[in-house]
């Protein structure tokens, strides 16, 4: 029997399992280190551990009266390409109407492409493989807000213990709280105090 909502350490032994959650030493482009590295993607190129997370995800939204009382007549949102099997398999899950994604342009802002119009998009849950900060799904609830359109929910596979707790639309939901004990310098690392070789990472 597969409980619809795995719990946190089931989460965590598929993300083991397929290479999205790794042990080390972790150099991230911020400068800080941890112990921890998730590629998110390497667990959504299986179509059934993909499956079990963004359905996990969605039962998430679906006890919320007041997310639940206005599908299908939602839109599903990735705030960049990594988040977008996340909300196809999320938009599934609840048979939601749209889904769109933004992505980040040259100059740095993240953006919807032309095809989406002002007044067409219905309210939105945002959703993202894993939130580290919380700044991809705030920046993507402002840019909903601009189109008109409100944010009723959002949420990730994973989220750092350290990141944003409330955007619009309330708590953020994840199936993982997860603290990735990042450290801005040599002198707190365990990594660094035991020498072991590091890993530069890009997010
Ligand atoms: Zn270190």
């Known amino acids: 029997m597969v409980s619809l909502i795995p719990s946190p350490d089931a989460v965590m032994q598929i993300l083991k399992r397929t290479g999205a959650f790794r042990e080390g030493h972790f150099a991230y482009p911020n400068g800080k280190h941890s112990p921890y590295y998730f590629q998110m993607p390497l667990a959504f190129r299986y179509y059934d551990t993909a499956r079990v997370l963004a359905v996990a995800l969605s039962r998430k939204f679906r006890i919320e009266r007041d997310i639940s009382s206005q599908l299908p007549k939602v839109s599903v949102i990735s705030p960049s390409s990594g988040g977008i099997p996340v909300a196809f398999g999320v938009r599934e899950a609840l048979s939601a109407e749209q889904i769109y994604w933004a992505e980040r342009e040259a100059n740095g802002k993240r953006m919807f492409r032309q095809y989406v119009n002002q007044g067409e998009v219905n309210p939105c849950i945002i959703v ?41 639309g309330g708590g953020i939901k994840s199936l993982v709280d997860f603290d990735a004990q990042m450290h801005d310098g040599a002198d707190n690392c365990v990594g660094c105090r035991n020498e072991i070789p590091i890993e530069r990472v890009r997010f």
């Open 128 to 168: 993202d493989d894993i939130c580290r900060s919380g700044s991809a799904l705030t920046e993507t609830a402002e840019l909903v807000k601009e189109l008109g359109a409100k944010v009723i929910g959002c949420g990730a596979i994973v989220r750092f213990s350290s990141a944003v707790t409330e955007l619009e």
